[in-house]
């Protein structure tokens, strides 16, 4: 079965070649979006589309009975989450999908890299390093930097081989 797949994103052409070997064709928007948050606008091409792949107008995706599968390239799809739009879709066995798993483990990294700056003061010390005078309070941000609130801030890393474990120092 050949597709026509509609994208609005800055894809390569590599994706159109190997769509292609598939038997599929890839129309790309007569504009593509500058961000994968912006919403995009109407589009003449996508009105042949089995499938869409970036941003397409909300609107224009439920007027059209032949669009079967939109994919949005983001993780979040609130322009498409209402009453109107689901019902649209389901009544004509059409397929919603978004990419929240691509972003689970940068998100995750992100989040755990925050949580670690965070505890360490690192924001604050940074501010501190950017004062001429009286310069970085070292110290006072050192005694604040708790690693473990949760164990007193007092954590002692024990290295057994290739692993660490961080342990309350009880003393």
């Not at 190997?18 to 948050?37: F, N, P, Y």
Request: aromatic share 8%.
């Amino acid at each position: 079965m050949s597709l026509t797949i509609w994208c609005n994103e800055k894809a390569t052409k590599r994706l159109e070649h190997e769509l292609a070997e598939r038997g599929h064709r890839l129309v790309w928007a007569s504009q593509s979006s500058a961000s994968v948050l912006d919403a995009g606008g109407e589009d003449e091409s996508l009105n042949a589309a089995d499938v869409a792949l970036g941003q397409p107008d909300a609107d224009q995706c439920r007027r059209l009975e032949g669009l079967r599968w939109l994919e949005v390239t983001t993780a979040g799809y609130a322009r498409y989450d209402t009453p109107e739009f689901k019902e649209t879709l389901r009544d004509r066995g059409g397929v919603f999908t978004n990419m929240s798993g691509v972003f689970s483990e940068p998100c995750a990294q992100h989040w755990l890299a925050m949580m670690l700056a965070l505890s360490r003061c690192l924001p604050d010390s940074w501010r501190d390093q950017q004062q001429v005078d009286p310069g970085w309070d070292y110290y006072p941000q050192r005694a604040a930097s708790k690693l473990c609130p949760a164990l007193g801030g007092a954590v002692e890393a024990v290295w057994n081989e290739d692993l660490c474990i961080a342990a309350p120092d009880l003393q």
